[in-house]
C-alpha cells in the first residue's frame, strides 16, 4: 500500500506494518478504529449491493401496512 503526504512524498506501507501500527492504539482507540472500518465497510458493500438491487417506488408506512393487511386478509381466507 502506498501512502502520500501532503509534501509529495509516498512511502510504502504493507498491511502487516499497518497492523502493528494499530496494535499500539490503546484499546479505546483500537475500538473506535474498529468502528469507524466496519461503518466504512458497510457503506462500501451497500454502494456495491444498492447498484444490484431493482428500482421499486418509494414506499411510505401507510403502503407497508395497507400491503401488510392486504397480505393477512388473503392469508386468512385462503388458509394452506
Not at 57 to 62: A, F, L, R, T, V
Request: glycine content about 2%; charged content about 30%.
Amino acid at each position: 500500500m502506498q501512502v502520500s503526504t501532503k509534501m509529495g512524498i509516498t512511502l510504502e506501507v504493507s498491511f502487516d506494518q499497518l497492523f502493528g501500527v494499530l496494535l499500539q492504539l490503546s484499546s479505546e482507540e483500537k475500538i473506535r478504529m474498529a468502528e469507524r472500518l466496519r461503518a466504512a465497510a458497510v457503506a462500501e458493500k451497500w454502494q456495491i449491493l444498492s447498484v444490484k438491487l431493482p428500482d421499486v417506488p418509494e414506499m411510505n408506512m401507510d403502503d407497508i401496512i395497507a400491503e401488510v393487511k392486504h397480505v393477512r386478509k388473503h392469508r386468512n381466507s385462503n388458509p394452506a
